[in-house]
Structures are given as C-alpha cells and as structure tokens.
C-alpha cells in the first residue's frame, strides 16, 4: 500500500550489527568470520543485513535454502561467498548448477546427486554428535566426497551454549574427520562456539544470534549490543477504575484508578503471551508495565505515571534479548526471528 505507515516499527541499529560482528571476528583470531543471514536475516532483512556486514569486510554468508539463495545472490562480488545450509534436492538442481552459492551438501544421496551432475565447487556437513543434518563422522567421509571440490568442510555443535563435554567430544571427532578428508576450509562453530575458544575456530566461524544482538554465552555479556529495537504506537489512551479488570479472561484487577495505553502489538506480530503481565514498554527512559493479557493485536500498558502519553505516541518494548528471553521462556532465536511482517523495518 502505497505511502501506508504502519503503526508497528523496528528501529534496527547498524553500526550495533557492525560492531556485533567485528567483536566475533576479533574472537576468531586468524579464522575468517562469517555471517548467517538466514530467516531473512533472522528478521531484519536479509539483503540489508548483508550490505550492511559487506561493507564491514565479512566475505562468508550462509542462507538455508535456494529461494533465500537467490534474494542475496545478486549482491555476490568477487571474493564473497554464499552457502545453502540444507544442500540440495532434486527440484533444486537447475537453479544450484546455474548460481554462484554454493550448497551444503548433507548426506550421501545429495553427494551423488551433486556428483552425478558434474556440479563445481560445494561444501561438505558432518555429523559430530548433534543427528541433524551431515554425514556421518564414522563413516568413510574421505571416500565419500571422494571427487568433490569442497569448499568448506563443516560440522555444528549440539551444546556450545553450554559447559557440556559434548563440545570437545565433537571437536575431537571433527580434527579426525580433518585429518582425512581434503577442503579449502574447515569449520566448527557459530555464535556460542566462537565464545568456546579460539581451539574451535579453524578457519572459518559462523556466527548467527549473536549478530543481532544475542547473548549466546556469558562471555559475550558486554560485548554483544542491541541491534532491534520493537516500537509500538498508541491506539488510545483510557481511564481504568478501582475494580475493573483489563483484557482477556480479566486477568488484572486494577486495585485503584489508573491510566493504560493500548497499543498496535500483539501476538500475531511475535509480542507472544508469555509477556503477559510482565513485559513492559518504555517512554523518555520510564518503565510502563504491561497490564493483562497480550492478545493477538494489542496490549495494554499502564501509563498512570506518564502524563504526556496519548494516541499516536511511539513506544519501545524493553526487548533486550537475553532480558526477554529470561522474562518470557522464550529462546532468543524465537524472540528475533518471530517478529513479524507488520512492523516497518527502519535502520539507523
């Protein structure tokens, strides 16, 4: 719609996704670091998360599939790298013989396919432990990519947000998968793995959540910044009595007169109802809780101390994603990338 402005809006911080990223590849020592743009850039907008981490000197980008392949490919530049996590399918094959991504190929029969068509470069995933996607590290993997150009040989952690053995058991498992297997490149971990050490580097990270604003590890708290911040404006403000209730199932009594402000947000948008009754929004540095229920397309917050509130003000959500998650039960992962299509995305 033409000229329309929505009365939802994230306020993305650049320069925060750029230093994200500079802080995660000075961790990597001597490996490159990557970035995965993938979920449209975790919900920020693919294309501009990728302009944006170019211009900052990142060469490596990872998507999940071939339709998130070609809204990027035409930004690829020599020298830049773009690789599709969850390889290749039959119905694929046109597309990822003519592009300059490369897939990932995952199991023995995407092998022989890729094979079988003469395709060019690829990189190559192995199991370690997590039983998701790649070959597995006990087979014969040397025999099996047998014939490929690989670009990068990689695995995933199943823990590294976590002190769990499972991480060096994996990469143990994976410096004996290197030992035999040839690539340009190896590669073990993202976000969480970065914070693990530079012995789980290699030579190429692949950092994620932490890019935008994530805290994967306690030793990523203060170092990781904010990139998205929701914002919600004012469908109207209204006079609350002792004793009515606010919202679905009358869930908050109010125990004296109050002012709320009900705003454009909700559920459908990815504000889910675990904030219910404890999220909150703020204005000119003021905490304005969330009072009752989050329905599916607003919320109420209480505005009793904020005089100069009223319809069509801005408001920030306090969405802080460590704080949120430790708030609503929800996975950082969840609180990014379920943000929804309604709100205007706005970079600064």
Known sequence: MTGYIAPLRLALDGAALVSN???????????????????????????????????????????????????VEPLLTDGVGLSVLHGVRDVDMEQALASRARPVLCSPVQVARWLAAGGGPCDVM???????????????????????????????????????????????RFVDVRAGAQARRYSLVNSAGICLGRDYAFDLTRPGIALYGGVPRREA??????????????VQRRRVR????????????????MDIAV????????????????GAATWRGAGLPVVGRVSMDLIAVDVSGARGVGEGDWLDMAYALPDAANLSGLSQYELLTGLGARFDRVWG
Request: proline fraction near 1%; hydrophobic fraction near 45%; charged fraction near 15%.
């Open 242 to 257: 002792a004793g009515d209730t606010i919202g679905y199932n009358a869930t908050h009594l109010a125990s004296a007169d």
């Open 21 to 71: 990223w500079r802080w995660l590849a000075g961790q990597s020592g001597d490996a490159a670091c990557g970035a995965a743009i993938k979920a449209d850039g975790y919900g920020l907008g693919a294309v501009a998360v990728m302009q944006r981490l170019m211009a900052a000197g990142c060469r490596d980008f990872f998507v999940s599939n071939w339709g998130e392949a070609a809204i």
């Open 126 to 172: 192995v199991d370690t432990g997590m039983n998701r996607l790649g070959l597995d590290w006990r087979e014969d993997v040397s025999g099996l990519i047998d014939g490929l150009a690989v670009d990068t040989l990689m695995s995933h952690l199943a823990s590294g947000d976590e002190d769990s053995g499972l991480n060096a058991v994996q990469r143990a």
């Open 221 to 234: 708290a203060g170092h990781i910044v904010q990139v998205v911040q929701p914002q919600a404006q004012v």
């Open 263 to 278: 705003l454009n947000l909700g559920y459908a948008d990815g504000y889910l109802r675990g904030f219910s009754g404890k």
